[in-house]
T-cell receptor, first 115, second 114 residues
Framework: NAGVMQNPRHLVRRRGQEARLRCSPMKGHSHVYWYRQLPEEGLKFMVYLQKENIIDESGMPKERFSAEFPKEGPSILRIQQVVRGDSAAYFC?????????????FGQGTRLTVV | AQSVTQPDIHITVSEGASLELRCNYSYGATPYLFWYVQSPGQGLQLLLKYFSGDTLVQGIKGFEAEFKRSQSSFNLRKPSVHWSDAAEYFCAVGAMGGADGLTFGKGTHLIIQP
């Protein structure tokens, strides 16, 4: 959905560098999920954030990965010291909250390539 | 733990023919079920969703899906496919606001033959 903005769309990093992926949710949405899609795979849950809080990070690797959703500005997924296995498409989904029967809207993703 | 199985990795269908994509799920409570479509290099677009009520749900682009609790299935159907339907289709279970969000299947790649 055009309302959820992810940037950059494509990111190339050398092994050992840091990757920063940004997600601006739809206006009025305060909940963000990050997913990773490996080639030939479905989307795997990584982390669920509300403004200034990490609600569930059980899908995120313990090392090198971190996420934040500050009071102002986009949500950031940070990958430190990237390795080839981090190459994937990373999607964020935002929703307004207020109950479980709420549709989420996905961004177009950031495709990370580690060389 | 919730899970989704899409048993067909690739499906080839002739343009104008009918389509059914299979989805089986495992979920501890009343499932919320979704079908998404992803075109190459794009994000996910919601086709339809099931929360409760009528087990046959209508979506966009002429798609429909039927929830069958006894079979733990939520198969996607379309009576007549168009070349523009060629894409990757993902079934998902869960709910936003819940832990883990949505759990996705591995996807079915739909190829349309002229």
């Amino acid at each position: 959905n055009a309302g959820v903005m992810q940037n950059p769309r494509h990111l190339v990093r050398r092994r050992g560098q840091e990757a920063r992926l940004r997600c601006s949710p739809m206006k009025g949405h305060s909940h963000v999920y990050w997913y990773r899609q490996l080639p030939e795979e479905g989307l795997k849950f990584m982390v669920y954030l509300q403004k200034e809080n990490i609600i569930d990070e059980s899908g995120m690797p313990k090392e090198r990965f971190s996420a934040e959703f500050p009071k102002e500005g986009p949500s950031i997924l940070r990958i430190q010291q990237v390795v080839r296995g981090d190459s994937a498409a990373y999607f964020c989904a935002s929703y307004a909250g207020g109950g479980l029967r709420t549709e989420a809207f996905f961004g177009q993703g950031t495709r990370l390539t580690v060389v | 733990a919730q899970s989704v199985t899409q048993p067909d990795i690739h499906i080839t269908v002739s343009e104008g023919a009918s389509l059914e994509l299979r989805c089986n799920y495992s979920y501890g409570a009343t499932p919320y079920l979704f079908w998404y479509v992803q075109s190459p290099g794009q994000g996910l677009q919601l086709l339809l969703k099931y929360f409760s009520g009528d087990t046959l749900v209508q979506g966009i682009k002429g798609f429909e899906a039927e929830f069958k609790r006894s079979q733990s299935s939520f198969n996607l159907r379309k009576p007549s496919v168009h070349w523009s339907d060629a894409a990757e289709y993902f079934c998902a279970v869960g709910a936003m606001g819940g832990a883990d969000g949505l759990t996705f299947g591995k996807g079915t790649h739909l190829i349309i033959q002229p």
